[in-house]
Structures are given as C-alpha cells and as structure tokens.
C-alpha cells in the first residue's frame, strides 16, 4: 500500500474518531460543571438558559406558524421561552401566546357553543397581560378593544384607562372609551360619574352638557335618582355655563322629582320660569 494511501485512510479514521471525541469532551465538561455545582449545594436538574437570539428564532418561528394556522406547533415554539420568566423576550412571548390563542379562539364558527366557552376562557389570560404593566400606549389600546370584543367590559374600561395614563394627549378620548365599555356592562354608574369628571373638565360648553346629561342618566340607571341628583349638583358647581340651559334645567327638575324632592324640583323649574321671563335675570 502506498504512502499515500496510507495517509487517507489514516484521516478517515481520525475523522470518524472525531465525533466519538467531541462527545466524550462534552460529557466530561458537564460532569465537572455538575460536580462543581453540587458542591456548591445545587442537588437539582442543570438547566442551560437558551440564548436571546434562540428565543427570537423561537418567536419568529410561532409567528410564521401562527400566520398559516399551525396554532399548536405556535404553541411549541414559543414554550422553552415561557419559561423564562427573566428572559429578555419573555413579554413578547407572552403577547404572542395572546395572538395564538386569541386568533385560534376568533376561527371557530360564531354561533358554536365552542367559541363562547373559548371566549371567556380568555379573560384570566388578558388579565395576566394587564398585571405584568408598563406596555406603550398602541398595546393598551388593543387589549382595551380586545376585551370589549370578549364581552369583558370591565378589562375593557381598566385598558382605556391605563391608555389614558400612557399618553396625556390622548387621554379624553380614552377615558371617554372607557366610560363607554362601563356602559356597555354591568356598571352604568361608573360610567356616568367618569362622564360627569369629563363634563366637569371640558373647556367645550356642547360636549359638557351632552356629557353631563348622559352622565346622570347612567349613574341613575345603575344608582338611582338620588345618586344621580348628588353627582349632577357636585358637577354643575363647575359648570357654571350649564346654569341658564333649558335641557339641564328641565333635567335636573325630572330628576328632584324622581329622587323623591319636589321642593328642589320646584326650584329648578322656577329656575326655568325666569329664565324664560323678558327682562328677568335668575338669582
């Protein structure tokens, strides 16, 4: 045999040894590390923390599978960063697990017993996303229409709300939104008292009359007339321009009357009277 056969055959075998030695290599390298973390009191499993641009490859993975409907391989994917609750993308992995499930939730015919037994299964799971905090403005806004469209108006409210906090200059608009899902609940009154700080705080006199006037109507729909009449008086000591107007003077005699006071009722309809009067100024 020749020299330089005898070379070839001499790399294939240092080639194939390869492999076998890389592996005893590996294990002696675990051993010590776990030798090592035992004496130093760790007696439990050795887990290696998956690097972040594992966890990214993870994320980018379940969202391509989430796009062509494959929810539970998703699901798969984004498990070893669920784990992590330390991990840098632990958040994003906990908001695309609300996609996955929210998506997969959202495919199930409308008018199946399925989805609304799914549906409200998702409410602890947007609840948990509200405790973590600290999300930007554009992500309150979508776990508040998120909710809303679960019939979990009270999340619904509390995500506006947390908008509102996020970003001042948006915050009418959102607390109004948040008013709104009160409304569309069980809670007319909350609703109607975030009305009347509106009302209270508006420097447009036809937004706090429509403000106001719905406003009373709500808390009265969830408290009754004299809940409603205290709110609207506290309220119209800073609405001074709301003094002189027919629909709140009128609205605000209905509701004495409702509340049981035909004294104050009386009074706010004299109030109307001089109004009315050529020449008259209301005292």
Do not use: C, N
Request: hydrophobic share 50%; glycine share 6%; charged share 20%.
């Amino acid at each position: 045999m020749s020299a330089a056969r005898q070379a070839d055959l001499a790399g294939g075998r240092a080639h194939l040894l390869r492999p076998a030695s890389l592996l005893l290599f590996v294990a002696i390298v675990l051993a010590v590390i776990a030798g090592v973390a035992w004496q130093y009191g760790w007696h439990g499993p050795l887990f290696f923390q998956e690097t972040a641009a594992d966890a990214q490859a993870h994320l980018e993975s379940a969202d391509l599978m989430l796009r062509s409907g494959q929810y539970t391989a998703a699901r798969r994917q984004i498990a070893p960063v669920l784990r992590e609750p330390d991990g840098p993308l632990y958040r994003q992995a906990r908001l695309l697990q609300w996609r996955i499930d929210k998506t997969e939730t959202l495919a199930i015919p409308a008018d199946s017993p399925k989805r609304e037994a799914a549906l409200r299964s998702l409410r602890p799971q947007l609840a948990g996303l509200y405790a973590m905090g600290s999300w930007p403005l554009a992500q309150w806004q979508a776990f508040a229409r998120d909710a809303y469209a679960l019939g979990a108006y009270d999340l619904s409210a509390q995500a506006w709300l947390a908008a509102a906090r996020a970003d001042p200059h948006e915050r009418e608009a959102d607390q109004l939104a948040a008013a709104h899902a009160w409304a569309a609940g069980s809670q007319p009154a909350k609703a109607g008292a975030l009305l009347l700080q509106l009302a209270a705080q508006s420097q447009d006199s036809a937004r706090a009359k429509r403000w106001f006037l719905q406003g009373i109507r709500w808390i009265q729909g969830g408290k009754g007339a004299e809940a409603a009449l205290q709110g609207a008086q506290s309220t119209l000591q800073r609405l001074p321009q709301l003094w002189q107007d027919h629909e709140v003077l009128l609205a605000m005699a209905e509701l004495a009357l409702s509340a049981g006071r035909p004294q104050l009722a009386a009074e706010w309809l004299r109030r109307e009277l001089l109004r009315k009067a050529p020449g008259r100024k209301m005292s």
